[in-house]
DNA sequence: GATAATTCAATTGTGCGCAATTGAATTGAA
DNA sequence: TTCAATTCAATTGCGCACAATTGAATTATC
């Protein structure tokens, strides 16, 4: 019988590198629930805001670019938000193809209750700031590669 | 009024570490489709498979925690990996609350059809082999260190 | 040996995430 | 100018992903 650890070593979970990206991911918005909570958003949410609170209004395409996220997915979220008072969503001018999302007053006032949210996941993990730093420029060299 | 971009620079979305990990996983999880597809597997179950290929036979709790997924993920897809007949699911004789999976005949066979993915994803990627490999590394502290 | 606590898979309900399609608005080419 | 191609958001359908709950099986405590 063929020895199955070893006749397609490629094929071994611990030698995919695609495993511990979908499981740091998965793993990261866990610990982010029991923060976003508080603020009543889910980690998608989150996202969108994060982006609101940089560029107070932008188009859902340009937010899509932003979250790599297409309208399938922010169509609904952005419906969510718009419900809880957070964005407003309206019809461009220029062309009315293109919606343009923008950050209400609510929305505002939001960012100064989550400006915790970074430092308290921080504490969750356990990096060096070197390594972190690392970490962080591969992974944008990857994404940045695909 | 206050400089948005400044006023809470830790909320940046290009400031957290979550982001790149969220969005490379998302990505490198559509680099495995048109491959998948051919096998009529899912992102999912190829993990699943994965896993049966380096062992024919573990419990679904096994399973779960080699792939940090719980019940409520795995219990559907190992359903339809049993319909597809690549693997058989039955009680523990020992222990019956004990879900036992195994791979079958059909599970083993489509290893060898499977054994090319990982190649053509990494033809996808342009990272160094030692960025890869320091990627990896990190990745798997941080996990470690959730 | 009764029963309380624990440990499982399974179920339920919600929210993505995305491929594929639709239909409206705009742009481009003849 | 007409009509074909493009570009959008929205919709549809499917498959996770997971929190919370349920109920059966097992283990621990008394």
């Known amino acids: 019988m063929a020895n199955a650890k ?3 070593p490629e094929l071994l979970l611990e030698n995919q590198l695609c ?5 740091c991911s998965k793993e990261i918005i866990k610990r982010y629930r029991p923060f976003l909570d508080e603020l009543e958003l889910t980690y998608t949410q989150y ?21 790599y996220l297409d309208s399938g997915t922010l169509t609904p979220v952005l419906k969510k938000l718009e419900e ?5 969503r309206r019809r461009s001018d ?5 919606l343009i999302v923008s950050i209400s007053e609510a929305g505002e006032e939001l960012k100064h209750r989550a400006a915790h949210v970074p430092q ?6 356990k990096l060096d700031a070197d390594e972190a730093q690392e970490l ?11």
Do not use: H, I, T
């Open 6 to 8: 070893n006749d397609y």
């Open 19 to 23: 495993f511990p990206l979908y499981a």
């Open 136 to 146: 962080y420029r591969l992974l944008y060299k990857f994404l940045g590669s695909l």
């Open 94 to 98: 220029d062309d009315e193809r293109n």
């Open 84 to 88: 809880k008072g957070l964005l407003s």
């Open 120 to 125: 308290s996941l921080a504490s969750c993990v």
């Open 47 to 67: 996202l969108v805001m994060l982006v609101l609170w940089e560029r107070q209004s932008l188009s859902s395409k340009e937010l899509g670019q932003a979250l």
